[in-house]
């Protein structure tokens, strides 16, 4: 499979020629690296590759994680997981985004809980595909939530993030994902601080880009697939 310097390099000439196919600008989409259950070592490879993005699902493993490579001051932490009202006090107080805010509680207890000397960048989690199962705010109360957050104090609202659902058809995937683009580029004529669509992973990272994500987390293309 090679190394994970070679197969990040990789993912990045992915990203590169698909932002061109869809005639997008030049590094218009950042690759985040998401390294949830992987270990420490991982992240130095990524790291010592020149990689600076780094995605974590689970708020004890992420904190442990930032805690032991605290001397690596320049990383940019990501919170991509479900996040429960109970454990955002960490999460506040350690990483640098929140991808994951579903409803006014956490995007609260966030902004009460994080230092006012840095501002958390967050993004509303939509579930586009009004999947039961799945976290996230309906389409249509997006724009009230996006108001809520964007009057507290200490959280920078950033944009959307989305996990569609796993679909064989991929003209509903595209379906799915040109919705959240559009939910997207509405609300940047609201909130001109809005430079975020996070959506697209290892699997329709492609397909993402082309209906204007800006931002895609990788995992097993990086780091190999989880045990």
């Not at 600008?25 to 130095?44: E, M």
């Not at 919705?179 to 609300?187: E, G, K, S, T, W």
Request: a neutral charge.
């Amino acid at each position: 499979m090679g190394t994970i310097a070679e197969r990040l390099k990789i993912a990045l000439k992915t990203i590169t020629q698909s932002v061109c196919e869809a005639n997008r600008p030049a590094n218009s989409v950042k690759l985040l690296a998401v390294t949830k259950t992987k270990p420490v070592s991982d992240i130095v490879q990524a790291y010592e590759a020149g990689h600076r993005l780094f995605g974590e699902n689970y708020v004890q493993e992420g904190v442990d994680k930032i805690q032991q490579l605290s001397e690596l001051d320049d990383i940019e932490w990501h919170f991509i997981g479900p996040l429960q009202s109970n454990k955002t006090r960490p999460v506040a107080e350690n990483f640098d985004w929140v991808h994951s805010i579903d409803r006014l509680k956490i995007a609260q207890r966030l902004n009460d809980q994080r230092s006012a000397h840095k501002k958390l960048n967050v993004c509303i989690q939509v579930n586009i595909d009004n999947e039961a199962s799945k976290a996230g705010v309906p389409p249509e109360d997006v724009n009230l939530l996006a108001e809520q957050i964007s009057n507290m104090p200490n959280l920078t609202l950033r944009g959307l993030m989305t996990i569609p659902k796993a679909q064989q058809n991929a003209e509903m995937q595209r379906k799915s994902l040109s919705a959240m683009n559009a939910l997207f580029v509405q609300l940047q004529t609201k909130y001109p601080q809005i430079d975020t669509l996070s959506m697209g992973m290892s699997n329709d990272m492609q397909l993402a880009i082309e209906c204007g994500s800006t931002m895609v987390r990788i995992g097993s293309a990086i780091f190999g697939s989880r045990q």
